[in-house]
């Protein structure tokens, strides 16, 4: 179903499942193809790579909010097929953390951010981050990395409070540090959080929120498009 800016989405109460948002409005660059590669064959389930989330979100009858762009005819077509999914089409946008923010209109009370082609262990962390968001605004879904390879990872501190973050750090002098692989956040946090993660994806620099959050720790986290 494709939504736009006019239509009037119902936030959800506290006691109301989270809704899955997918960011798909990327050029691909990459991984050099024209084409949405969220629609690339997983070679372990024989489907496109987004239906993985897709299925999660189904199994838990989850909604779910798709942002792309229209140039992305394919992944339209496709995403037509599920008529639990919302599909918003948006203008270019800066980097991927832009698009989440165009999507503010459509949060629900809960949100869960899913890239499209990631793969990780357990996959019921979901249901953790789900969990805690009942008590905190913010729960990530986060797993080991070589200090050494924070600038090609969104990385957090592996601490409680606060929560300090940053995009492909370029440091290598880090310790403690922890990759994000899953966000989730509710809706009254959610602008001044991807606001920041914009700035960090253009500077590199380690912004702070001083918010209550809590990190669910996953055993493995795999980019299908990055290996």
Wanted: proline share 7%.
């Amino acid at each position: 179903m494709i939504i736009t800016q006019n239509d009037n989405i119902l936030f959800q109460n506290d006691s109301s499942p989270p809704q899955i948002i997918i960011p798909a409005a990327g050029f691909g660059t990459r991984v050099g193809s024209p084409h949405a590669k969220e629609l690339f064959i997983d070679p372990i389930t024989k489907k496109p790579l987004i239906h993985r989330a897709l299925n999660l979100a189904a199994e838990r009858n989850w909604p779910v909010h798709v942002i792309t762009r229209p140039e992305k005819t394919e992944l339209i077509d496709y995403l037509n097929k599920f008529p639990s999914v919302y599909t918003q089409i948006v203008s270019k946008t800066k980097e991927w953390p832009d698009s989440i923010l165009k999507s503010a209109p459509f949060w629900q009370k809960k949100n869960i951010l899913i890239l499209p082609d990631t793969l990780w262990d357990p996959q019921n962390a979901i249901d953790e981050i789900f969990r805690s968001l009942n008590t905190n605004p913010i729960a990530i879904g986060a797993f080991e990395i070589d200090k050494n390879q924070s600038h090609v990872w969104g990385v957090i501190k592996n601490q409680t409070f606060p929560l300090e973050f940053c995009e492909k750090d370029q440091s290598t002098q880090l310790f403690d540090i922890l990759a994000w692989g899953i966000i989730g956040f509710t809706s009254d946090i959610g602008i001044e959080y991807f606001t920041k993660l914009q700035e960090s994806t253009f500077d590199h620099q380690w912004k702070f929120m001083e918010s209550k959050f809590e990190m669910i720790r996953l055993n493995t986290f795999a980019d299908l498009t990055r290996i």
